[in-house]
């Protein structure tokens, strides 16, 4: 995996960082959810979906100017709100900036708050990947 360089804060020698890449799965609602974490420099990217596609793409991060997440939805269908919805609570949660891709068929109510459970569940037990 390549490393990302970066300079320090003087500029004068650059730091190499490697991006923390976690993956974990779990069956919800009878159907089997895969989560994929990249864990960046600020922030983080989260795929949800269960099928390998990136069909939308939004990004959240806290502003000093407003208590709720600045969040916009980059790649999608603009009426599905659920990727936007999900990198602004996340964003709240971690205070950091997050991109969400959330490619799961279907509109179950349900469905999105157990994989949101899950989420928070996976950043308690392993903060380090967020």
């Not at 919800?28 to 922030?43: A, D």
């Not at 099928?51 to 208590?67: G, Q, R």
């Not at 790649?75 to 991109?99: C, E, F, H, I």
Request: charged share 20%.
């Amino acid at each position: 995996m390549p490393a990302i360089l970066n300079r320090n804060r003087t500029g004068d020698a650059p730091l190499r960082e490697t991006a923390v890449v976690h993956n974990f799965s779990e069956k919800i609602l009878e159907q089997l959810v895969h989560f994929h974490v990249m864990k960046l420099n600020s922030g983080f990217f989260l795929w949800v979906g269960s099928s390998p596609e990136l069909s939308n793409l939004a990004v959240s991060m806290c502003s000093k100017y407003d208590s709720v997440p600045l969040s916009t939805l980059v790649l999608g269908d603009p009426s599905n709100t659920a990727p936007m919805s999900l990198a602004q609570r996340l964003a709240k949660k971690t205070n950091k900036q997050v991109y969400v891709s959330y490619s799961l068929p279907g509109t179950d109510p349900n469905m999105s708050l157990l994989v949101e459970s899950k989420i928070k569940k996976e950043l308690e037990l392993h903060p380090e990947h967020f």
